[in-house]
T-cell receptor, first 114, second 114 residues
Framework: AQKITQTQPGMFVQEKEAVTLDCTYDTSDPSYGLFWYKQPSSGEMIFLIYQGSYDQQNATEGRYSLNFQKARKSANLVISASQLGDSAMYFCAMRETNTDKLIFGTGTRLQVFP | DGGITQSPKYLFRKEGQNVTLSCEQNLNHDAMYWYRQDPGQGLRLIYY???????QKGDIAEGYSVSREKKESFPLTVTSAQKNPTAFYLC?????????????FGPGTRLTVT
């Protein structure tokens, strides 16, 4: 069965420092997509970054990068130069070929302090 | 501005009543989705639709119903058969089915049933 695991319920980081949020996944499908979403306290889900299973390079979007290690089935999100506005829940999700389902992890609550 | 609207933001109902949550998008997306989020949990898929007049059950469809009569609209009805309906409900859409397309989310509706 397909599964996303986020083992860090909460993380703290000081402003301007980098932080890594962990995500491991399990699937038997050779083709899949991995997504990270941010959920601030308002509740809306904000798309951050995407990584395809066949992508050779790690995805980057501004201060966000994805450390994709296919053999280890991990897709960790790295946030560089943390800002106070980065405080939120972060969800890792996976989408498989031939389905439209996004399977979400349980999330990591990130708190950035001054 | 293009986007997804969900109304209302907060909804209160008595146990035993059916309630319909609205979801409208003006992004011209083919696919639409409904998710449920419980405290401390990730999102779970209730129903999704890839085309007008067609929809499929997600992982937790029992006690819910949907319709897709128009491309722009995908209302969700929480029936009295849903044993624990109190939750945060998120609607999403994507341009088409496929791995690389992220899902865009609405602001959510927080339903409380007493």
């Amino acid at each position: 069965a397909q599964k996303i695991t986020q083992t860090q319920p909460g993380m703290f980081v000081q402003e301007k420092e980098a932080v890594t949020l962990d995500c491991t996944y399990d699937t038997s499908d050779p083709s899949y997509g991995l997504f990270w979403y941010k959920q601030p306290s308002s509740g809306e889900m904000i798309f951050l970054i995407y990584q395809g299973s066949y992508d050779q390079q790690n995805a980057t979007e501004g201060r966000y990068s994805l450390n994709f290690q296919k053999a280890r089935k991990s897709a960790n999100l790295v946030i560089s130069a943390s800002q106070l506005g980065d405080s939120a829940m972060y969800f890792c999700a996976m989408r498989e070929t031939n389905t439209d389902k996004l399977i979400f992890g349980t999330g990591t609550r990130l708190q950035v302090f001054p | 501005d293009g986007g997804i609207t969900q109304s209302p933001k907060y909804l209160f109902r008595k146990e035993g009543q059916n309630v319909t949550l609205s979801c409208e998008q003006n992004l011209n997306h083919d696919a639409m989705y409904w998710y449920r989020q419980d405290p401390g949990q990730g999102l779970r898929l209730i129903y999704y639709s890839q085309i007008v007049n067609d929809f499929q059950k997600g992982d937790i469809a029992e006690g819910y119903s949907v319709s897709r009569e128009k491309k722009e609209s995908f209302p969700l009805t929480v029936t009295s058969a849903q044993k624990n309906p109190t939750a945060f409900y998120l609607c999403a859409s994507s341009p088409t089915s496929g791995l690389t397309y992220e899902q865009y989310f609405g602001p959510g509706t927080r339903l409380t049933v007493t």
